[in-house]
């Protein structure tokens, strides 16, 4: 899993609360990327970071907010979640070179009720 | 017209045959190009990298890429039940974020 942990795993919370999800790396690598993954509509960028304190809007950033104080933490806010936010969450990292291709976690499975 | 189109399947072959998977894109900035193999409910997986036109081979796998046509393949040959997961494609261009295909279901049986 190129030394990637998302956690929690899974998570069920009801419409309206705050979710915060998390990705720790091992890699030291630069590049951290949130995604999330739906049937019909495969992977779609959320938030991604270049850098301690560095990040930058995905194709669909609205509702989420993300955050990164240390090289090996990422995290994702939903401030208050919708049942749209039903998905699953992968984290992936890559390093500074152009030709460096993603690796990604395992997941989260975020049901919203 | 979406910039990269994978056929979503589902695709099934008995076991041993070759599985033939391939993506088209639309934007021929696009250098690097990747395959990913996702099993049921884990992260997807880099399974092939390739940089320039051709034929890449590592063990039972072949990726193969024709940027004249703009069009990438994925072969597996002698397939088995374990090759069955979901494969998806994914290209760049330069430091740009990657673009994915939507993925393709494939089931071998035994």
């Known amino acids: 899993d190129a030394g990637i942990t998302q956690s929690p795993r899974h998570k069920v919370t009801e419409t309206g609360t705050p979710v915060t999800l998390r990705c720790h790396q091992t890699e030291n690598h630069r590049y951290m990327y949130w995604y999330r993954q739906d049937p019909g509509h495969g992977l779609r960028l959320i938030h991604y970071?270049?850098?301690?304190?560095?990040?930058d809007k995905g194709e669909v950033s609205d509702g989420y907010s993300v955050s990164r104080s240390k090289t090996e933490d990422f995290l994702l806010t939903l401030e208050s979640a919708t049942s749209s936010q039903t998905s699953v969450y992968f984290c992936?990292?890559?390093?500074?070179?152009?030709?460096?291709?993603?690796?990604f976690g395992n997941g989260t499975r975020l049901t919203v009720t | 017209q979406k910039e990269v189109e994978q056929d979503p399947g589902p695709l099934s072959v008995p076991e041993g045959a070759i599985v033939s998977l391939n993506c088209t894109y639309s934007n021929s900035a696009f250098q690097y190009f990747m395959w990913y193999r996702q099993y049921s409910r884990k992260g997807p997986e880099l399974l092939m990298y390739?940089?320039?036109?051709g034929n890449k081979e590592d063990g039972r796998f072949t990726a193969q890429v024709d940027k004249s046509s703009k069009y990438i393949s994925l072969f597996i040959r002698d397939s088995q039940p374990s090759d069955s997961a979901t494969y998806l494609c994914?290209?760049?261009?330069?430091?740009?974020?990657?673009?994915f295909g939507k993925g393709n279901q494939v089931v071998v049986i035994p």
């Open positions: 970071s270049y850098g301690v304190k560095d990040t």
């Open positions: 994914a290209m760049k261009a330069g430091n740009n974020r990657l673009a």
């Open positions: 390739t940089y320039s036109s």
């Open positions: 992936a990292i890559s390093g500074a070179g152009e030709n460096s291709p993603l690796h």
